[in-house]
């Protein structure tokens, strides 16, 4: 019973026995009776709840939020629905997707009741009856779903399983708000050659990445040459920079073949080639334009 039933029940009760005990019996025996009435006939319904009544076996009413009376012995409470949202969590085990992965789902469905007459008078246990149907559906979208689209496309596999459930739930008076997969499990030696193929595709991706820069550098070799073809000068300036800078540190020591001590100092062909496309002449000059004498300042 409810508060306001148990309350007034116990009022009448107290003043059934003062009155069999100050007055007469006759009172007392009217008053056990109108309390039994009220115990029976007097209910509460939560803001939540709804009673669906039924008399003579015929639906009467669906009563809801508030105190309300029914009729002793004709009238019956069958069902109390909450109509709050529910959750409930179903599974798929070794489900087999659409390229044969066998895999272990779990999900999760929100769900509320929107038409309590439905839900009481249409089907016999309507919560069991969600758990079926969700499993089912759930079994049905992995069967129609390939492993890679199941793992990655979460929202899409929550939706369709949303639209489906709420489907075949609707005529019992149900509504689903949201449907959750929380993991899907996948056979050890799969994960095995599914970590092996995404290490491959790295290692493929990171080689390419390689090639591209090693052309680019090619490119820019390519353009250096033709630029030091045109100008022997920058080139041996090139290299004596290359030489000063392994220099420059304390204590280094390098050692060069007077092949490469030869090539630091181009010939009078060269320089004379050189002074020619700078347009420097060497013609009446005494004494002859050499090397050391055009050699620009370097750093020693």
């Given at each position: ?35 039994i009435i009220v115990a029976l006939s007097l209910k509460m319904a ?100 390939l492993l890679a689209s199941l793992l990655s496309d979460r929202k ?134 050499t090397a050391a004498a055009v050699r620009p300042p370097f750093a020693?």
């Amino acid at each position: 019973m409810n508060p306001v039933t148990s309350f007034l029940v116990y009022a009448l009760v107290a003043a059934a026995l003062a009155a069999g005990y100050w007055k007469n019996l006759y009172l007392a025996a009217a008053l056990f009776v109108v309390a039994i009435i009220v115990a029976l006939s007097l209910k509460m319904a939560n803001v939540w709840q709804k009673f669906v009544i039924l008399r003579m076996g015929k639906l009467q009413a669906v009563r809801g939020a508030g105190l309300f009376a029914i009729v002793p012995v004709l009238d019956t409470v069958i069902a109390i629905i909450d109509e709050r949202i529910q959750t409930t969590a179903f599974n798929a085990e070794q489900a087999l997707t659409r390229d044969t992965v066998p895999v272990n789902v779990d999900a999760i469905v929100f769900w509320h009741v929107h038409d309590a007459e439905k839900a009481a008078l249409a089907i016999t246990n309507y919560r069991e009856a969600i758990d079926r149907v969700s499993q089912t559906s759930l079994r049905e979208m992995i069967g129609a779903s390939l492993l890679a689209s199941l793992l990655s496309d979460r929202k899409d596999a929550d939706q369709q399983l949303k639209l489906e459930i709420g489907l075949k739930t609707a005529p019992w008076g149900i509504s689903v708000s949201a449907v959750e997969i929380r993991d899907v499990a996948i056979p050890v030696a799969l994960q095995d050659a599914m970590s092996r193929q995404a290490q491959a595709e790295r290692e493929k991706q990171a080689r390419v990445i390689l090639g591209s820069a090693e052309a680019e550098i090619a490119g820019k070799f390519v353009e250096a040459a033709a630029v030091y073809a045109g100008h022997p000068w920058a080139l041996q300036l090139r290299a004596m920079n290359i030489i000063y800078e392994t220099t420059k540190e304390r204590g280094a020591t390098i050692l060069m073949p007077s092949s490469m001590v030869g090539s630091l100092d181009p010939s009078p062909g060269t320089l004379a080639l050189a002074l020619a496309a700078a347009g420097v002449s060497t013609e009446g000059r005494n004494p002859p334009v050499t090397a050391a004498a055009v050699r620009p300042p370097f750093a020693a």
